[in-house]
């Protein structure tokens, strides 16, 4: 028999590298059993024993499937179905025929690629209940979308692998898309801190940092990484910039690391990819700074067209300028194939910047 606490690692959940170098973070039995608990409190309808049906279109390695779609949902004795290549759309939709799911757990990426198929709208979706989003900004016009087709709206939460996942999520009293990734979830702490690390007022932009027990222990053998990681308090930097409204709902802003800088303001590609993703004619897009002779850096566009579309370069960065102040609206679009891709469906914005 070997003693076991609370307190001892359950294992290493090595972060999707989408910025960097992959680190192991050091995940224990109580970080994972707590967001567990945390993550139930906020949806207990869905969430009910013995009757739901999850699909489950993640890998399992990835730390949001593992705790939602994996742990959770099994403590509930739920039915999981799992998708080999979430690529193959037609296998995919035969899953959620067959499978009629009352959950279903997604990436933004995901959600777009299958309101985009025809076949989806064959669907009998009446049983389902829950569509949550997470991993990357959910995007308000694919949300309207996948409401039009299942009669959900995609419930937004945030997480890190080094926070088990979940930080926060909108809970069940939400009704609508909100834009935000919800309320902080029980017993977690954020504090969205400045460059001298100072605490923002509401309304202002600072960076997520995070205490509750769904934090890590540190990073694998990183003794640099971890004192870069916290706070003096103990608060995990989490280096995502976020904003916190007048009820208490946290909006992401971006990764400090993608922020664009042009002419000195400060613009931020997750709001570009909102707008942009509503041009007609536009499946997916991705934008990320480039070096410019004027400006330091400059907004470029990556646009993956929807099928059968007629758009140029002209007809998006117009359609940008009308939603966007000047500085923000693409200075260069770029039509391709496809987006580069984690396994997971983050977009890679570091394999973009290198080819811009």
Known sequence: PVALTGADTLFLQYTGGTTGLSKGATLSHRNLVANTEQFKSMMPDALRPGQEVIVTAIPLYHIFALMVNFITYFSVGADNWLVPNPRDFDAFLATFKAARPTVFMGVNTLYAGLVAQPASKEIDWWRLRLSGGGGAAVIGAVSDKWKALTGNFIREGYGLSETSPVVSFNPASVQSFTGTTGLPLPSTDIELLDDEGRAVGVGEAGEICVKGPQVMNGYWQQPAANVAAFTADGYFRTGDVGVFDEEGFL??????????????????????????????????????????????????????????????????????????????????????????????????????????
């Open 251 to 356: 909006k992401i802003v971006d990764r400090k690391k993608d922020m664009i800088l042009v002419s000195g303001f400060n613009v931020y590609p997750n709001e570009i990819e909102a707008v942009a993703t509503g041009c007609p004619g536009i499946a997916e897009c991705a934008c990320v700074g480039m070096a410019d002779e004027k400006s330091g850096e400059a907004v470029k566009l990556f646009v993956v067209k929807a099928a059968g579309a007629a758009l140029t370069e002209d007809d998006v960065v117009a359609f940008c300028r009308k939603e966007l102040t000047g500085y923000k609206a693409p200075k260069i679009v770029r039509f391709v194939d496809a987006l580069p891709k984690s396994t997971v469906g983050k977009i890679l914005r570091r394999e973009l910047r290198d080819v811009a």
